[in-house]
C-alpha cells in the first residue's frame, strides 16, 4: 500500500494557479506532521511547505505569500495551493510525512510553469 498518494499536477501557464493534494492513511494523517518538497531538473530537492498535526505551517522564502498549506481531516488529505506560478516552479513535487524517525515519501507529480 502506498502511503501517500499525489495529485494535481499538469501544465500551468506562467501566472496561473495549481492546487496539489495528498491523500494519507488516517493513521499517518493523525500522527505525522506533513510536507511538500520538490526538486527540478539538475537541482537538490527543496522544502517548498510544511504542516504540523496542529496546523503550523512553514514556507521557502521562494513561495512566501503565493503558497498555502492546508490539512482536511475529513478526507485525511494536504493540500498544498500556489498561485502567480513561474517558469522557477518546474519542479517534481513530493508530499512527505514526517514523524519522530519515521519519513514516508510519495512518486511525486510533475509541475511544469510554462506558456
Known amino acids: 500500500q502506498v502511503p501517500l498518494v499525489e495529485s494535481g499536477g499538469g501544465l500551468v501557464q506562467p501566472g496561473g494557479s495549481l492546487s496539489l493534494a495528498c491523500a494519507a492513511s488516517?493513521?499517518?494523517?493523525?500522527?505525522?506532521?506533513m510536507g511538500w518538497y520538490r526538486q527540478a531538473p539538475g537541482k537538490q530537492r527543496e522544502l517548498v511547505a510544511t504542516i504540523t498535526i496542529r496546523g503550523e505551517t512553514t514556507y521557502a522564502d521562494s513561495v512566501k505569500g503565493r503558497a498555502t498549506i492546508s490539512r482536511d481531516s475529513a478526507k485525511n488529505t494536504v493540500t498544498l495551493q500556489m498561485n502567480s506560478l513561474k517558469p522557477e516552479d518546474t519542479a517534481v513535487y513530493y508530499c512527505?510525512?514526517?514523524?519522530?524517525?519515521?519519513?514516508?515519501w510519495g512518486q511525486g507529480t510533475q509541475v511544469t510553469v510554462s506558456s
Open positions: 512527505n510525512a514526517r514523524w519522530v524517525v519515521h519519513d514516508l
Open positions: 488516517g493513521t499517518v494523517f493523525r500522527l505525522y506532521d
